[in-house]
Structure formats: structure tokens, C-alpha cells
């Protein structure tokens, strides 16, 4: 919007011209999200207190949970969705699809967010939305996403699976593209879910996969750095880091709110909108393995909860005291803010080893 309009009058100041650098207007994207969420948070979080809009804390989790998280407002997403989703109308080419696919995921997936929030609310349980329901409701706002990358841009790439580490091993997934679009969409949206069980915990890791994607987005959609690594060159995918500017300044400024103890939880608002986007992300940048590596600790997460419901429903026995992992951290006697760190710690290594796959091929 600002930056369409702004250009547009190079020709009467020319020293407009700095807003065509991508650098430029990506740090513009992580300030003014940074900010808008700065100036939005307090009074949304204090009209939450005010409404109680509360998220019920589940029963079979930490006591201390019980007593000292009860009564946090919840749906802090919404102020990250709005951050998001300012900041890139501002300084994003609106002509550009890619940018639009990304406010459809953002938006629509946190709007399921809202409604699972939302019945959590009003019921009192921490159950919300049915899972069938929320599955459906992923699987729809995935395939709408995949027919538009389909059908409505000129993504030569679309179809093929990259192999980090191995510069010629190229897989042309031709009619699997679709089910494996679905899986890591999917997949990410609730793995950033099962995260964000702790104060901080999923805020830091997403903002380190976002800030890793604004460096591979640029790179990809840059044909001089793009020969250099001997990555794919994907045209107009540079855009996408205005997009990854604005999650990293979104949720730079929830962290705000969120670090412990938490003023306000992102729920299902922000971690299905926040996973699914960065999905969407790594699929145009065709960098989705990757963002397995730098996103691994969203994959133990998920990880680990699939091993004990197997394990329980195979043997009636826990692997773990309790799933998803940094529960059962708890329940061994770690401190939160120890637990919280020390993963932290893990997301920033993850995110190294993960970069480290763009001149490694």
C-alpha cells in the first residue's frame, strides 16, 4: 500500500528510490510491526481481563500451571495476526501473489484459531474446537492455499522436493505435491500449537524460523545470491521477506507480553496462523526439509506426543510423565524459565545448522 503508493512518486523524488531495496523495506516491516503491536497490546489485553477472556488450563498439567496461570487472557494472536498483517500491507508489492497467499493463510487460519479459542471460552475446557472439525478446516484452508499457488502464479518449482546438503537430488513429487503441501502446512500449524504450552516457548522459535526465512526468501529471489549458494532461483519469492519481517517484529513485540510470566497467550489464534504461514513460506521457497532442521524443536514437540499416544495405546504405558516434552521436563522438577531457555537455546542451534544448508549443497 505505502510502498506502492511511495514508488510511484520516484519520478518527482528521486530519493524514493530507497524503498525499492528489499533490505530497506524489510527492516521497515520488523519496526513497524515491532511497534503497531507495542501500541495495540496493552489496551487489548486489558479489554480481555476486562471481558474475561480467559483460556481454561488443562487439569492433568503441572499444578503450578493450575494456580498461577488461571485467569491469562488468551487469543493473543490477534494482536500478532494484526501486526503481521499491517506491517505487510505497508510495505509489501500488493502486486505481488505470493504476498496475498500469505495474508489468506495468516487470516484464515487464525480466524480457526479464533473460533477453537473461542469455544474453549465459552465451554471452560481446554478441548475448544473437535479435532475432526479443526482437521477439516486445515485441510480445506490448505488445499485453497496449494490451488492458488497452482493455479494462479508462474511457479516453475512448484512440484519438486529439494534436498539440503545435496545439490543435484531433486525430486519431481508431480500429483504427491498436493498431499505433501497438505502434510507440511498442516503439520507446522499444529506443531507451533503443541508448542506453545510455556511462557515464550513458541514466540522465539517462530520468530528464528521467520528471521531464517527472511534470509532464504531473499536469497531465493535474488538471482545473483541465488547462483552464488546454487539454490533454485524462484522469481518475486524476495517479497516473502517483507512478510517474514513482519512475523519476526510481531512476535519480537508479543514477547513482550508473553515472556514469563505471560501477560497474554497467543492460543490457537496465533500459533496455527504463525505455523501455517511459515509453511506456506517454505513451500514457495521450496525449503520445506529445511524448515524441518530449523524448526526442529516444533518437530520434537510433535514427536513426542505421537510416541506416547502410541506407546499408550500399543502398551497402556507413558514414554514420557507427560506430552507434549517440555511437560514432562516439568513434571521431572525443571524450572519454566529454565525449560524455556534451554529450548530456546536448541531453536538458535537448529536455526544455524538449517542456514548452513544454503551453501552446503
Known sequence: MLFNFLTSLIDQYTFLNVFKYLTFRTGLSVVTSLIIVFLIGGPLIRLFSKKMITGPIRQDGPIDHIINKSGTPTMGGVIIIIGIVLSTLLWADLKNFYVWTLIFVALSLGALGLIDDILKIK???????KSKFKFFGQVIIGIITLFILIKCTDHEYLNNLYFPFFKNLIWDMGVFFIPFGLFVIIGASNAVNLTDGLDGLATVPVMLVALSFTLISYVVGN???????????IPDTGELSIVCGSIVGACLGFLWFNAPPAKIFMGDTGSLSLGGSLAAIAIIVKHEIVLAIIGGLFVLETVSVIIQ????KLTGKRIFKMAPIHHHFEKKGWAESTIVIRFWIIAIILALVGLATLKLR
Do not use: E, P
Open 223 to 233: 538471482t545473483i545470491f541465488s547462483d552464488y549458494l546454487q539454490i533454485q532461483y
Open 123 to 129: 465451554y471452560k475446557n481446554a478441548r475448544g474446537l
Open 309 to 312: 499416544v502410541v506407546s499408550f
